[in-house]
C-alpha cells in the first residue's frame, strides 16, 4: 500500500468556522489530489498540486483552498465551513505522466467531515 | 468537455459474469482508469487501459475503444468480496495531471 495518510480523520464542526484537513505522503510523489465524495455526485476533484507551491483548481473548488508547502504535505482548508461542505474528503497522489503514460492515483483512508 | 455514464446498480451471482459498462467524452489526454471501491474504503486501482482492446489481469479484464469513447469492466468468476463499486475515470485535462470520474457502479453479489 502506498503510504498516504490523513488527519483527521473524522471531525464534526460548526457552520463558519475554518477547518484544514491534512495530507501526508511518504511516497515523495509529484502530484497530490483533494476530491470530495458524496451520494449521487461520485468523486468530484477539489484541487489537485503538481509541485511544492504549485497548485490548480479542480471542478469543485468554490470555498475551498490548498497549499503545499513541502513535498509530502498538501492541506486543505475550508475558510468559513458550511452545511454543504459536509462529504467525504479523499487525498490521493500519483507520480504523474511518463511520455504517453499516466500513472494510476493512490487513495488516502479519506476524512469524514460533518458541517452543524 | 468532459462527461461519463455508467449504470447506477446491477446485481449479479456468484460464479457469475458481469461487464459493468462505461462511456465518456473527453477532450483531454488519452486513456481510461477503473478503480474499486468498497462501502466505507478508498477508492483502489484496478486497471488503466491507453490502447484499444482487452487488457486481462486474473478474474478482471477491461476493455477500451477510444474511438468509440466507451469501455467495460469484465469480473468472472464472481465471489462476494467483488461487492462494491467500481469507477471509470478519464484525463481531465490535456496534461493528463488530472482525473474525472464517473459517479459508479455498485454492484451486488449474492449466493
Known amino acids: 500500500d502506498a503510504g498516504i495518510t490523513q488527519s483527521p480523520r473524522h471531525k464534526v464542526t460548526e457552520t463558519g468556522t475554518p477547518v484544514t484537513l491534512r495530507c501526508h505522503q511518504t511516497?515523495?510523489?509529484?502530484?497530490m489530489y483533494w476530491y470530495r465524495q458524496d451520494p449521487g455526485h461520485g468523486l468530484r476533484l477539489i484541487h489537485y498540486s503538481y509541485g511544492v507551491k504549485d497548485t490548480d483548481k479542480g471542478e469543485v473548488s468554490d470555498g475551498y483552498s490548498v497549499s503545499r508547502s513541502k513535498t509530502e504535505d498538501f492541506l486543505l482548508t475550508l475558510e468559513s465551513a458550511t452545511s454543504s461542505q459536509t462529504s467525504v474528503y479523499f487525498c490521493?497522489?500519483?507520480?504523474?505522466?511518463?511520455?504517453?503514460?499516466?500513472?494510476?492515483?493512490?487513495f488516502g483512508p479519506g476524512t469524514r467531515l460533518t458541517v452543524t | 468537455g468532459q462527461n461519463i455514464d455508467q449504470p447506477t446498480e446491477m446485481t449479479a451471482t456468484e460464479g457469475a459474469i458481469v461487464q459493468i459498462n462505461c462511456t465518456y467524452q473527453t477532450s483531454g489526454f488519452n486513456g481510461l482508469f477503473w478503480y474499486q471501491q468498497h462501502a466505507g474504503e478508498a477508492p483502489t486501482f484496478l486497471s488503466y487501459?491507453?490502447?484499444?482492446g482487452l487488457e486481462e489481469k486474473g478474474r478482471f479484464s477491461s476493455f477500451l475503444s477510444r474511438s468509440k469513447g466507451y469501455s467495460y469492466l469484465l469480473l468472472k468468476e464472481l465471489q462476494m468480496k467483488d461487492s462494491a463499486s467500481y469507477l471509470c475515470a478519464v484525463p481531465a485535462n490535456q496534461a493528463g495531471t488530472a482525473l474525472i470520474f464517473g459517479k459508479g457502479t455498485t454492484l451486488s453479489v449474492s449466493s
Open positions: 490521493a497522489i500519483s507520480e504523474g505522466r511518463s511520455g504517453r503514460l499516466l500513472y494510476e492515483q493512490y
Open positions: 487501459n491507453v490502447l484499444d
Open positions: 511516497e515523495n510523489h509529484r502530484y
